[in-house]
T-cell receptor, first 112, second 115 residues
Framework: QKEVEQDPGPLSVPEGAIVSLNCTYS??????FMWYRQYSRKGPELLMY????GNKEDGRFTAQVDKSSKYISLFIRDSQPSDSATYLC????????????FGSGTRLQVQP | DVKVTQSSRYLVKRTGEKVFLECVQD?????MFWYRQDPGLGLRLIYF???????EKGDIPEGYSVSREKKERFSLILESASTNQTSMYLC??????????????FGPGTRLTVL
């Protein structure tokens, strides 16, 4: 079993839809949770990060962490064709090894 | 803005060749990382470094080595390239403050093909 599970998609939605992207994880020691966006043939770019449980909002993007369920989500409101990309969740421990553990990514397609 | 650059966007090498992938960051970050990314497998950590001349193995170090002689530069070396090392290679860096988010900043990637 992978430490972080993420549905690979592709997820296809019409422009303007609300998108929900999710990851589940098995290591309860993870404390930092991140979402990266990766366009085709480019490196991942950081979208948002949260510490421990709770919500964080940035423009059209909202990140949610439910540590009791070991479940994190990224919501995109009013989705745009420019949001079409692969979305990677990532998480890390509070101390010790500073590397991130990534999900395999969900490919999102927003149809105009 | 943090900038991480990688020496090549595309590389084609032959089996058995020695391959060097270079990565440079301009934000004085302590930590640097090398990942490979393959369809369905996501990003897998090869090696990382938390200080000059320091390195630690990641999850898939076999067939690779690294060098960090200067803080801003982290090199990945394939001693004898094999076809199963055909992949996208991503370099990343992160600040080293204790208790920080470990947020990583990525370079554009090098797509390596080994024939």
């Amino acid at each position: 079993q992978k430490e972080v599970e993420q549905d690979p998609g592709p997820l296809s939605v019409p422009e303007g839809a609300i998108v929900s992207l999710n990851c589940t994880y098995s290591n309860s020691a993870f404390q930092y949770f991140m979402w990266y966006r990766q366009y085709s043939r480019k490196g991942p770019e950081l979208l948002m990060y949260t510490y421990s449980s709770g919500n964080k909002e940035d423009g059209r993007f909202t990140a949610q962490v439910d540590k009791s369920s070991k479940y994190i989500s990224l919501f995109i409101r009013d989705s745009q064709p420019s949001d079409s990309a692969t979305y990677l969740c990532a998480m890390s421990l509070d101390t010790g090894r500073r590397a991130l553990t990534f999900g395999s990514g969900t490919r999102l397609q927003v149809q105009p | 803005d943090v900038k991480v650059t990688q020496s090549s966007r595309y590389l084609v090498k032959r089996t058995g060749e020695k391959v060097f992938l270079e990565c440079v960051q301009d934000m004085d970050h302590e930590n640097m990382f090398w990942y490979r990314q393959d369809p369905g497998l996501g990003l897998r950590l090869i090696y990382f470094s938390y200080d000059v001349k320091m390195k630690e193995k990641g999850d898939i170090p076999e067939g690779y080595s690294v060098s960090r002689e200067k803080k801003e530069r982290f090199s990945l070396i394939l001693e004898s390239a094999s076809t199963n090392q055909t992949s996208m290679y991503l370099c990343a860096s992160s600040p080293g403050e204790a208790g920080g988010s470990n947020t990583q900043y990525f370079g554009p990637g090098t797509r390596l093909t080994v024939l």
